[in-house]
Structures are given as C-alpha cells and as structure tokens.
C-alpha cells in the first residue's frame, strides 16, 4: 500500500518540478531546482488536500474545487518564485514575472496532458476497433 503512495509521490514532484524548470528555460528565466522542488512538494500536498476535500462531493463541486486550487496555485506560486527566481538580466522576477512562469507552467501541463489523452484515444480507437 505505501509503495505505490511513495511512487506517486516522487513521480508527482518530480514532473511538476520539471514543468517549472521547463516554463523557465522557456521565458529564459533561471529557477533553482531546489526552489521549484518545494513548489512541486507544496503543489502536491495542497492536491492531495484538495482531494480528500472533495471526494465524496458531486462532480460541479469538484471542478469547482480544482478551479480554486488553480486560482490558488498561480497566486501562491507567483509569490513563492518572486524572490526565488531571476530573468534573462539578473534581476529578480517579482509578481509579474512569477505570475508568467506559474500560467506557463500550467499551460504546459495542460498541453502535454491533452496531448498524452489525444495520442491514447487514437492509438487505443486503432487498436480496438473491429476489423472489417
């Protein structure tokens, strides 16, 4: 039972910690790994909260949940890499830059999520349909 808690757990932070490191190599800033692997453990934590909120509810009250862990997110992460992370001159990112690199990151989630799902139904929709 914790093995596959632990593997979640790594996997999770892990990729989330890449994704912002990936959002900031594209906006040419520099974020610390160490920096965007407490985001990725807070970003974790605060899902697994989330969930165990909403388990039980009806599934407008989870969408409307996770609408809110977005909000959440892109505000706590724009004020976590303020002061973490720097821009393409050195300077530090401030609320402005910290709010570019979280909407990236999560854009990029989003693509690639789509993406993953998108490439599985065409895959799986040749595989299993029948043949003439």
């Avoid at 821009?87 to 993953?116: C, D, H, P």
């Amino acid at each position: 039972m914790i093995v596959p808690w632990l593997t979640f757990i790594a996997v999770g932070t892990t990729t989330c910690a890449g994704f912002v490191k990936l959002a900031g190599r594209l906006l040419r800033y520099t974020v610390p790994w160490k920096s965007s692997s407490l985001f990725a453990v807070i970003v974790l934590a605060l899902f697994i909260f989330d969930h165990v909120l909403a388990f039980d509810q009806p599934v407008t009250i989870r969408i409307v949940h996770a609408m809110v862990l977005l909000l959440v997110l892109v505000i706590f992460g724009s004020w976590f890499f303020r002061a973490r992370g720097m821009n393409r001159s050195g300077n530090l990112l401030g609320s402005g830059g910290g709010i570019r690199l979280m909407a990236l990151t999560f854009a990029v989630m989003v693509i690639v999520a789509f993406t993953i799902v998108l490439l599985a139904q065409v895959f799986l929709s040749k595989q299993l349909s029948p043949s003439p």
